[in-house]
């Protein structure tokens, strides 16, 4: 499984999340080949987001390199709450569908939290349903869907302490932010690996020299470049699970200003001091829809019992 772990140039190695991701998406593709019955995957997109737009469209075609019923639903901005739970309860009812995903953010005046709340907790393939939240703080993962970012996260952390030959049990691990779809799950995750965890945010005092305790600094903040390479340990394993559009140079083929992307870590800074790290893009990210993938696969199978 080393061969995610590759060099920089520098002191810190990378951790290849698209090399991670094509391995988790071929195990999800060669265990749905032996299906009686395709995974059934629905997402559900409302308005017109462009970012959005694109991730969608990447949930799609890896549903479909996986071998699964995929579908997408594309409803206007003006869409209301009830019209959408409606269609969640009609998902919720069809026996083809085991997965259900509603993109957010959603348009302002829809309630993100009644909306989740509505789909099945069997077929909440982002983990978000409380039902999954609660399960996974109780450490009943067994039974959980658990979130994919923070999932696809913890993956990428065990196959780079198994290459570096660190433990997980006992180190200290640092998560910046305490979001409800990275930060807390991911604090479950690693609490349930025997990790020593905090949760830093905002309010935290001296952030940096938290930071600096961290054997493993997972960085999900939403802030471009936020963690500088002196606020890691010497030999951290660094996560950075930030996606940040950012101006970049000149101009594209439409004459536009380029974008880039870059994570809640400043990366060429980290990667003189850390021991290993996730670039964006191609760390995170990737692992994200993979795990979409293995949790649809999952909630199909646990229907199929
Ligand atoms: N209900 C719901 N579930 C989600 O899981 C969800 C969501 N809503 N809303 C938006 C965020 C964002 N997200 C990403 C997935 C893949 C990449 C990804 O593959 N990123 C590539 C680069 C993509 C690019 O070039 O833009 C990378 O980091 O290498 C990024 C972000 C899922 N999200």
């Not at 990790?195 to 935290?204: E, I």
């Not at 940096?208 to 500088?228: N, S």
């Not at 670039?279 to 646990?302: D, E, Y």
Request: charged share 20%; with cysteine.
């Amino acid at each position: 499984m080393s061969e995610i772990i590759k060099p920089s140039g520098k002191k810190a190695l990378l951790i290849d999340g698209k090399a991670a991701s094509a391995a988790v998406l071929a195990r999800v593709a060669a265990e749905t080949a032996n299906l009686a019955h395709k995974p059934g995957l629905a997402v559900v997109l409302v308005g017109e987001d462009p970012a959005s737009q694109v991730y969608v469209k990447s949930k799609g075609k890896a549903a479909k390199e996986c071998g699964f019923h995929s579908v997408q639903h594309d409803l206007p901005a003006t869409t209301t709450q009830a019209q959408l739970i409606a269609l969640v309860e009609s998902l919720n009812a069809d026996p083809a569908i085991h997965g259900i995903l509603v993109q957010l953010p959603l348009p302002k005046g829809i309630d993100s939290s009644k909306v989740l709340e509505t789909i099945a907790p069997e077929k909440d393939v982002d983990g978000f349903h409380p039902v999954n939240v609660g399960l996974l703080s109780a450490g009943l993962t067994e039974r959980a869907l658990v979130p994919c970012t923070p999932a696809g996260a913890m993956l990428l952390i065990q196959q780079a302490a198994k290459a570096l030959g660190r433990d997980i049990s006992g180190a200290e691990a640092v998560i910046v932010g305490r979001s409800n779809i990275v930060g807390k799950p991911m604090a479950q995750l690693l609490l349930a690996q025997n990790a020593t965890v905090t949760v830093a945010h905002s309010r935290t005092k001296d952030l940096p020299a938290v930071a600096r305790r961290a054997d493993i600094l997972v960085a999900a903040v939403g802030r471009p470049e936020m963690i500088r390479g002196d606020w890691i340990k010497p030999g951290a394993l660094v996560i950075d699970v930030g996606i940040n559009r950012v101006p970049g140079e000149g101009l594209n083929a439409q004459g536009q200003p380029k974008t880039r992307l870059v994570g809640d870590v400043a990366l060429q800074e980290a990667l003189d001091v850390a021991g290993a790290i996730t670039p964006v893009p191609g760390g995170v990210g990737p692992m994200t829809i993979a795990l979409l993938m293995s949790n649809t696969l999952q909630a199909a199978k646990r229907a199929a019992l």
